[in-house]
Structure formats: C-alpha cells, structure tokens
C-alpha cells in the first residue's frame, strides 16, 4: 500500500514557541508536539483538530501519563495562585523526559521495529517515570478550599479533575448530558466545538464564589474565544478577583492574546493563561479542500468484520459512583469517586491471570473520564499488564490507517446518553489490537442502551476477544460513600502501585494530645491509645543523621531479610497478597513486593490496614479484602516481633471474625525481624536496628500510626489516619525503600541459600520473647506486661511515643541502640546496662503515678 500524504505534505505543521503571541519563549515550556497530533475532519469551519497524545481520550494512553499532566498543569496553577515555585526547571525537564519518552514509545509502536519485551519494557518505564514525577509534585501540594475549578466537557473532565486534586479545590465540569430534573444553573457556548452548548449542574447552590478564583481548564486554547466567553457570562452571575485559564496548549495569536487582556481590563479582574505548551498551527489556505479530498479518498473506520457475531460482554457489578457534573467539595476532591482499588481487584480476578504481555484497554464514554482512567491506572499497578485508557467521544476525525496520523482504526455507534442536543453517532478510536476492552459507562447506564445491532457493546464485541463492563450505579451527592481505599499521591508519599491503603484520611480531625496526657488516658481512664495521636517527632539532624548511619551499616543485612521473607511467602502461596500492618509494616510490604518484582517479575497486591491492641485488626478492611481477594492468599506482613502481642491479637480478631463472618483468613505473619520467636515467616530473629523504626511517619509515607475512635471511624468505615504532609522536606520513605532495594542483586545469592538451607524446625515458634518480659517484669516489679517493650524498634516507639521510665540496654556501644541512647538521652531517661539481656534493648514505660511520670507532665 503507498504511503499516505503526511500532516507535513498537506502543509500543516505545529510550531512551538510563543512567537504567534509576540512573548517570550516560556522557559518551563515541553514540546507542543509531545501533547498533541495533528488530524483531520470533515468540518467547514475547521478541517483540522489536534489530537492530545496525554488526555486519555482519542489515543489510549498509559493512565499515569495522563495523570501526570494534570498533576503538572495544576502545579503550574498553583505557583500562579500562591507566588510558588513547585513546577520549577528542574520538573519541566523531568516531564519533558517522560514526554519524549512516550513520544518514542509511540515511533516504535507505530513502526512495528521493537521486539515485544522492548515494548513492554518502554510501557513499564514510562509508567514509573510519570508517577515518580507526579508523586513528587503531589508532595509539593498545597490546598485552595476557596477556589473553583471548572472543567470543560467533554475532553476535559478528568483533566479538570487532575487539576482540582492538585489544587485541593472544589471540582465541577460542564455538561452535554440532560439528566432527568436537572436545572441548569447557567450554560455557554463553544463555538467551534462539534458540539457546542454547554451546561453547568451544580448541587450545591452555592457553587460560584465570590471575589474568589476561578480556574477554567481545557485541552487546548485555540483562539480562548470559549474561555473569553465563559468568563464573561460566570463574572455576570458572581464577580471574582482572579480568573485562571489552564490549558495543555495554548495555540492563541497576538489578538487573541489581546482581547483576553482587554477582558481582564473590561472587568477590573486578573485573567492569567496558563499552559503546558505554548505554540501554534500553520495552516495552508485550501486545507479545507485538501483535507477533503483526502478523507473522501481514504479514511476508513475498519477493520470492523459485521458479519462476524460479537463476543458477549461480561458484567462486573460495582460500588455506585459518584460524578462531578454535579460538582465535588474540595474536602472530598482528592478521595475516589468509588472505590477504585476495589474494581481493579475485580478485574483482575475475571481477566486474569494477567501478565506484561497482556494488552488492556479501559475505555470511558464521553463526559465519564475520570473515574474509568483512574481504574485502568489501579488495574496496571494490580495486575502487571499494559492497560492504556480512552473514552469515546462524539467527535468525527478522520480515521487512517498510518502511521503519520494519530487515529488509526475506530468503531461508530450509536448514543446511548439523554443529551441536550439530542441522540447522534458515537465513535471510539483505536481499540483495535486489545487483548481486552473494559467499558466503563456512566454510572447508572441501563445494558439495554449499550445493546442493539449499532449499539457500543457489539462494536466493541466485533474488535476485541473480551469486553468487560463494569455496571455502578449512580451515587447521588448526598448518599453516604463505600469504603473506599487511598492511594498515593493523594494519601502517603508513596507511588501509586506500591501500596493501597484500607484507612480513612482524618485530615483536620483533632486527634493529637500530649504524650503524658495520652498516658493517663490509656493507663487510668481505660481508653485505648488508638482513640488518640500523639504530636508526631520532628527528628533533629543529629537523631537524622544516626539514621542515616544505620541505614548505610544495615541496607544489605535489610534486604536479606526481605529476601528471605518474600521467598518464604513466595513458596507457600499460590498468588499472595500482602496486607501490612500500617504502619511499622507498610515499608516491609513495599520492599517485599519490590523484590518479588524486581527478582521474580511477579506483581503481588500490597494492602495496608490497621490492627489495634484491644480491638484487633479492622473488620472494614477484612471485609473489603474478602469481597476483592482470596483470604486463603493472604498473608500479613509486619516490621518485626516484640514480645508477640501483636502476633496474638492478629489471631484473636481472625478468630472472632471467622465466627462473626464465616470467612477464616490464615494467622500467618510475615516479618523482617522475630527476636519474639513468634511466626515462621521470618527474616531473622536477630533483634537488629530496622531503620524505619527510628523514624514515625517520615519512613512511612508520612502516614500517621492509625486510629480507631469511633467518632471519627464509625461502624462500617475504615479505621483512620492522618498525613503530615507539613513534612515532606524530611520524608525518606522512598529513598529508604530505594537504598535497600539497590541492595537485593549483592544479597541474592545468601538469600537463595537461606532458603534452601531452611528447615520447618529451625523455625518454629517458641515465643522466647515473653519469657524475657515476665523476667524484666519480675525483676523491675512491674505487673502490667503491656508495659515492658522488647527489642530495638518497641523500645524506639516508647521514647517516640510514650512516658518512658527507663531503657535497659545489652551494650550501651552497640551502634544498632545509637539512636536509642540518644534518644533516651535528649529526653532525660535512665540508660541501664544489662549485659546478659536477651534483647539488644527494652524500654519500660512508667506506670503512673510515680514521681517521674508527674514530673514529665
């Protein structure tokens, strides 16, 4: 077949630069061609349109890259609002980087010339690089409650989204849809969209603020005449103080550029244009004509085989959702709209098993963006396949089959939405060439509409071997929310897919007391230490610096542990999931299933939930793990063993669930360290320094430890937690989970021979540790044994977090108890020597009452 004229031969080329505006180039700037494609349509008013290469609309895309743009756009947003400096140089030149390198992935891909395992290879790469980056931006976040953001369907609803969430701002997006009863509290006009009336739907009547800011988000600026226009009709309803337009691209002239400052003067507010990139389109005079010629000549749909019977669609029944035509508060801006990690988990069950060589696509309907983009993310992280993610959409372009053109293959069908405009074709481009489709409609979408001979389901059916269609119903604004899991980077400052977590985000609850206040409550008023925080520690850079030491002396010894413990797990379960025990685990199952990764290419699921001396291990959680997983695949996962209360009370509550619940999960309890003597799945039981017990939550992905408090976790909800994103200078828990996974190539071979040299005897539980704290209980007189921690990490934890009495240590030279020491040190406490200690140390915590506990108060 020749090859077909090229953008380039019709006269059609992007210019990056901002000389059509006669500004300066925008140093922050990426390459307009790394955004967007050039395509063609049959449109008198325009024949061209650009294609985004990071949206997840057109071109299915690597959720994470999209993702990523809107992370970027918002930060850039951010810096404008509040004078900052989060997207600064050195961030544009990482995103230019991610952006050039899906840019190859793509030559590639279109060229055929890499072999399958260079593909996937590219795909995982670039997946890790874009939510490194934008967990790095998220942890620069600051929050805007006072600011609107306004999303423009239906290519910018999940951007708008992005840019809300990177905000912290209150959300709505405008709307083609016409929801039964729905008031419409304004509408404009877009003038040359291919459709172009649209309407607002607020919930709230409030919705506008005033003398506020209002931030305005689209894919592209061609001529801001859409901008300009909402601007003007939203400034006569409510007057604000600043008006912020936030495109991808921004493609406007000089009198373009003019007429938004002349609007600005007209209305005595500021209007600021912000853009990823800046440039524009030349245009030859007879594109009209050219264009069609070309599309009548060759555009082509296809392949689509109609005579062939289409596959049946599978039916994956889900949570409701929520959706944000209707707008959504910035105090629930940055949760799920569902519970997310719950479907990935679903669909990884019925598509599986699933490997890198497995080819998903999650595709959205129209306006229904952001919720199925962030699904395909969640499915890529549960999964280990190449999920990408689009959404169809109402727009003809022109489909070629070449490479020089963006839109390759493509199948109509008909509406299946109430819209204004009234029922018309849909289409959904490049969904050729997919092991799998999964349709994720708008909640509340009847299977009849998607059914019928021109209907989504049989044109998907015609052009894939499995469709999947995840049904949720409609969650109405005022409905109580399901359990839904957090991820990074809008809970913890860990990337996405190294963690899920089973909690509550408790931001702004009132939860933190004072240590000796704490104490008396736990110990005289019968609370539990749960129902409260204590003030997180700030290390000083003299403590930061012992841990630095301990880290350098201690990563291979860690990550042997942890490859031991992976490997353990590994041989005694068909696909395990790790649950760690938030939040002394949580950087254990991190490192665990980065070894599984990295040593084995297995992807296992890493959860994290809370469990409770006293109450036991959340009910939610166990709950949600079942209805998502096999209970006989899971297995906990924490820091080390103490005395094994923890061990025991994992047991209790498993115990009493299988009674309450009927559905039994194995004790099993996977740590680095058992000096306890409590669990098989060990790596160690040598009481050795684990780094990240010296620090709280600046090794724990700046989560809070968890709370149970029935104020703030009621029956039916996750236990809770905070994130202290106030110290995100002074995080280390990716460095941390880096600096011991560079460590697992020098150690695997001493890990493959502890295993193999293992024996069930040798590890065998006997619970040595109790008997060393009956006998520091006998000898120091102390009849609460809650009150005698064991071991490097629960002694650690009671300077941290308690009214310590005094610490016991083996040798007071033993540079694992540095930290310790000067804990114990800056804090007042007695260091004692007990040479014959079977731990390397104890911490005591004072009953009350005494003169020491009166005198800290």
Not at 179 to 197: L, N, R, Y
Not at 318 to 346: K, L, Y
Not at 652 to 667: K, Q
Not at 701 to 719: A, I, K, M, Q
Request: with cysteine; hydrophobic share 45%; charged share 25%.
């Amino acid at each position: 077949m020749s090859r077909l004229p090229t953008p380039t031969d019709l006269g059609i080329e992007l210019e990056d630069g901002e000389r059509h505006a006669g500004r300066t180039q925008d140093p922050l700037a990426v390459p307009l061609a790394d955004l967007v494609r050039l395509a063609l349509r049959r449109n008198p008013k325009r024949a061209h349109l650009l294609v985004s290469t990071v949206l997840a609309k057109h071109v299915p895309t690597v959720p994470a890259v999209a993702l990523l743009a809107g992370e970027a756009l918002g930060a850039r947003v951010a810096d404008a609002l509040d004078d900052g400096h989060r997207f600064d140089a050195p961030t544009a030149a990482r995103l230019r980087d991610v952006l050039g390198a899906q840019t190859s992935m793509r030559r590639a891909e279109d060229a055929r010339d890499a072999q399958d395992h260079d593909g996937l290879d590219r795909a995982t790469a670039l997946s890790r690089a874009a939510d490194a980056l934008r967990t790095d931006l998220a942890a620069r976040r600051t929050d805007h409650p006072d600011t609107l953001v306004l999303g423009f369907a239906e290519t910018a609803t999940a951007l708008g989204a992005a840019v809300a969430e990177a905000l912290g701002a209150d959300h709505l997006h405008s709307t083609r849809l016409d929801p039964p009863g729905a008031v419409a509290a304004t509408g404009f006009d877009e003038a040359h969209s291919h459709a172009t009336t649209h309407r607002l739907l607020p919930a709230d009547p409030a919705w506008l603020p005033t003398d506020g800011t209002v931030v305005l988000v689209d894919d592209e600026l061609s001529t801001g005449a859409t901008a300009r226009a909402t601007i003007r009709a939203l400034h006569a309803l409510a007057p604000q103080r600043r008006w912020v337009v936030a495109s991808l691209v921004d493609l406007r002239s000089a009198a373009d550029v003019a007429a938004t400052d002349a609007l600005a003067a007209e209305l005595g507010a500021t209007v600021t244009v912000l853009a990823l990139a800046r440039g524009g389109v030349h245009l030859p005079d007879d594109l009209v004509t050219t264009a069609a010629a070309l599309v009548d000549a060759h555009a082509a749909l296809g392949p689509v085989h109609a005579d062939v019977p289409p596959v049946a669609a599978e039916f994956l029944p889900a949570p409701p959702t929520a959706v944000d035509r209707f707008g959504v508060p910035a105090a629930a801006v940055r949760r799920p709209r569902t519970d997310v990690e719950g479907i990935a988990a679903d669909l990884a069950r019925v598509l599986g098993p699933l490997d890198p060589t497995d080819r998903v696509l999650v595709l959205g309907t129209e306006e229904h963006m952001h919720t199925p983009l962030v699904i395909a993310a969640a499915l890529r992280a549960a999964s280990g396949a190449d999920v990408r993610s689009s959404t169809t959409t109402r727009s003809p372009v022109a489909v070629f089959a070449d490479p020089a053109w963006p839109i390759r293959s493509g199948v109509a069908h008909r509406s299946h939405d109430r819209t204004v405009d009234g029922p018309g074709p849909r289409y959904a481009y490049n969904v050729h060439g997919f092991d799998a489709v999964v349709l994720v409609p708008e909640p509340g979408t009847e299977r009849s509409a998607l059914a019928g001979p021109d209907g989504l389901l049989p044109a998907l059916g015609r052009v894939a071997p499995r469709v999947v269609v995840v049904e949720s119903p409609l969650r109405a604004v005022s409905d109580e929310p399901v359990p839904t899991p957090l991820t990074g980077p809008s809970f913890g400052s860990y990337e996405p897919d190294e963690v899920t977590w089973l909690l509550q985000d408790l931001a702004g609850a009132p939860l933190e007391a004072d240590t000796a206040s704490r104490e008396r409550a736990v110990q005289l008023e019968g609370a539990n230490y749960a129902e409260s925080l204590p003030v997180e520690y700030t290390p000083s850079e003299e403590y930061e610096a012992l841990y630095r030491s301990a880290l350098d002396r201690s990563a291979a010894r860690i990550a042997e542990a942890v490859g031991i413990v992976t490997e353990l797990v590994l041989r005694g379960r068909r696909r395990p999931v790790l649950v760690s025990l938030a939040r002394a685990g949580t950087p254990v199952g991190v490192l665990m299933r980065r070894w599984a990764r990295e040593r084995h290419g297995t992807v296992l699921p890493h959860l994290t939930a809370s469990i409770v001396r006293g109450v036991g291990i959340d009910e939610t959680a166990l709950r949600w793990l079942a209805a998502h997983h096999d209970p006989e695949d899971v297995v906990f996962v924490d820091g080390w063993t103490g005395k094994g209360a923890i061990t025991r009370e994992l047991t209790a509550a498993l115990d009493r669930f299988a009674e309450s619940d009927g559905i039994r999960f194995r004790d099993d309890l996977a740590v680095l360290a058992d000096p306890a003597g409590c669990t098989p799945l060990h790596g160690t039981r040598e009481d050795f320094l684990v780094p990240s017990a010296c620090l709280n939550s600046t090794v724990s992905g700046l989560v809070s430890r968890t709370v149970y408090n029935r104020r703030w976790t009621p029956e039916g909800t996750f236990h809770g937690a905070k994130q202290y994103r106030e110290l995100g200078a002074r995080d280390r828990s990716r460095p941390y989970v880096d600096a011991v996974a560079a460590r697992f190539a020098e150690v695997a071979d001493r890990v493959e021979a502890a295993v193999a040299a293992d024996s069930a005897s040798t590890r065998a539980p006997d619970w040595r540790g109790m008997r060393t704290v009956q006998e520091v209980g006998a000898t120091y007189g102390i009849d609460d044994l809650h009150l005698v921690k064991p071991g490097i990490g629960e002694t650690t934890r009671v300077l941290l977090r308690r009214v310590p009495w005094q610490v016991l240590v083996r040798d007071p030279d033993d540079p694992d108890v540095a930290h310790v020491v000067a804990l114990a040190t800056e804090r007042g406490v007695p260091v004692v020597h007990e040479p014959d200690l079977a731990y390397r140390c104890v911490g005591l915590i004072h009953p009350l009452g005494s003169r020491v506990v009166e005198a800290t108060a």
